[in-house]
T-cell receptor
Framework: KNEVEQSPQNLTAQEGEFITINCSYS?????LHWLQQHPGGGIVSLFM?????KKHGRLIATINIQEKHSSLHITASHPRDSAVYIC??????????WGAGTKLIIKP | EAGVAQSPRYKIIEKRQSVAFWCNPI?????LYWYQQILGQGPKLLIQ????????DSQLPKDRFSAERLKGVDSTLKIQPAKLEDSAVYLC??????????????FGPGTRLTVL
């Protein structure tokens, strides 16, 4: 069993829809990162969470440490949100465990 | 603030040739990462430096890959000799502190390597 699993693997939605991407994990962590990778390869760090909830613009990230689960929400989705969203677990001093990513396509 | 710089952006070589990639992290960033991203997959960490010391190179194929970070600033990643399966995007990232589990990583644009 993978230490981190993202769902769904692929998601296609219409512009304006509320989007939820999930990240479940099976190991103890000190933090969880959400990253965005646009077509063409650039990766941007969106959030770093160790508890609770963070919001930035239309993006909201939550984490439940007890349930070992994190979600990334996008409100009022837009075609420019189309990207791969990746959760990365941080463990110990140095270890980072990468999820496989969720490919999101927002259609106009 | 200038971002992470990488060069070249694209490289095409034949198998068994050698290739080198260069990364200039954000000024003052202590930690530098090299990742390999094969098409359709997530990035795989190859090597992680803190200043000029290696803290994790467990997934670096040491028979053909090497990396150095002289003076704790720029870094080079070399492949010698290249194989077809090395075709990938090689990403460099840096973070400010020495707590990579909680520091934000800043990524360069990547170098797309094609091995023919």
């Amino acid at each position: 069993k993978n230490e981190v699993e993202q769902s769904p693997q692929n998601l296609t939605a219409q512009e304006g829809e509320f989007i939820t991407i999930n990240c479940s994990y099976s190991v103890g962590i000190s933090a969880l990162h959400w990253l965005q990778q646009h077509p063409g390869g650039g990766i941007v760090s969106l959030f770093m969470l160790s508890s609770g909830k963070k919001k930035h613009g239309r993006l909201i990230a939550t984490i439940n440490i007890q349930e070992k689960h994190s979600s990334l929400h996008i409100t009022a989705s837009h075609p420019r949100d189309s990207a791969v969203y990746i959760c990365v677990l941080a463990r110990g001093n140095y270890q980072l465990i990468w999820g496989a990513g969720t490919k999101l396509i927002i259609k106009p | 603030e200038a971002g992470v710089a990488q060069s070249p952006r694209y490289k095409i070589i034949e198998k068994r040739q050698s290739v080198a990639f260069w990364c200039n992290p954000i000024s003052g960033h202590a930690t530098l990462y090299w990742y390999q991203q094969i098409l359709g997959q997530g990035p795989k960490l190859l090597i992680q430096f803190q200043n000029n010391g290696v803290v994790d190179d467990s997934q670096l194929p040491k028979d053909r890959f090497s990396a150095e970070r002289l003076k704790g600033v720029d870094s080079t990643l070399k492949i010698q000799p290249a194989k077809l399966e090395d075709s990938a995007v090689y990403l460099c990232a840096s973070s400010l502190g020495v707590q990579p589990r909680t520091d934000t990583q800043y990524f360069g644009p990547g170098t797309r390597l094609t091995v023919l």
